[in-house]
């Protein structure tokens, strides 16, 4: 069966490290990979998007790999910061379709 | 301005009464969604429409029936709601690139429904 899994615990780090989320997947032929930001009450925002041709991605403090062999994504915020508190939903867009599916996300808490 | 708007943003009505969420998108997107995220904050899609053609069509009761009167609106109406359709239902819009693949999704505030 087809699958996206993410860390479904919250991960909880210090102000100023590098937070490092996973995104594991199977039996899906991606056209690419997005990572998207939700708020509580707010509707996902787009961060970042990587093709299945592509292995980094890289946007300021935000850098994304994804590793087609082993289907994975990592999606990482260096220098982390209290505002990056938030969910983050992988989502993956199939070759040839109109569907993404997402993942169930993964709340990050960065702490002062 | 509001790239994709949702109206109303909080819904709260009876079991068995008709609703209807509406949602507009001012980017000139092709593609508009529904997804519905429940408590478990699982994001799921209902349903796709591209220039205003229905192209997915989720495993969602009958009782959901959307409607896109042009390709910058996508309305979602309920028949019959029932306790288990409480859930916050989004709407988002994108644009399909050169590769005939869908691009990055714009995702509306949200509609918070609860069914008592």
């Known amino acids: 069966s087809q699958k996206i899994e993410q860390n479904s615990e919250a991960l909880n780090i210090q102000e100023g490290k590098t937070a490092t989320l996973t995104c594991n997947y199977t039996?899906?032929?991606?056209?690419?990979l997005q990572w998207y930001r939700q708020d509580p009450g707010r509707g996902p925002v787009f961060l970042l998007l990587?093709?299945?041709?592509?292995k980094e991605k890289r946007k300021e403090r935000l850098k994304v790999t994804f590793d087609t062999t082993l289907k994975q994504s990592l999606f990482h915020i260096t220098a982390s910061q209290p505002a990056d508190s938030a969910t983050y939903l992988c989502?993956?867009?199939?070759?040839?379709?109109?569907?993404?599916?997402f993942g169930a996300g993964t709340r990050l808490f960065v702490k002062a | 301005d509001t790239a994709v708007s949702q109206t109303p943003k909080y819904l709260v009505t009876q079991m068995g009464n008709d609703k209807s969420i509406k949602c507009e998108q001012n980017?000139?997107?092709?593609?508009m969604y529904w997804y519905k995220q429940d408590s478990k904050k699982f994001l799921k899609i209902m349903f796709s429409?591209?220039?205003?053609?229905?192209?997915i069509n989720e495993t969602v009761p009958n009782r959901f029936s959307p409607k896109s009167p042009d390709k910058a609106h996508l309305n979602l109406h309920i028949n019959s709601l029932e306790l288990g359709d409480s859930a916050v239902y989004f709407c988002?819009?994108?644009?399909?690139?050169?590769?005939?693949?869908?691009?990055?999704?714009?995702f509306g505030p949200g509609t918070r429904l609860l069914v008592l």
């Open positions: 429409y591209n220039n205003k053609e229905l192209i």
């Open positions: 989502a993956l867009t199939v070759t040839g379709g109109f569907k993404t599916i």
């Open positions: 990587i093709r299945e041709n592509e």
């Open positions: 039996n899906y032929s991606p056209a690419y």
């Open positions: 988002a819009s994108s644009q399909v690139g050169l590769a005939g693949v869908q691009e990055t999704q714009y």
């Open positions: 980017l000139g997107h092709d593609t």
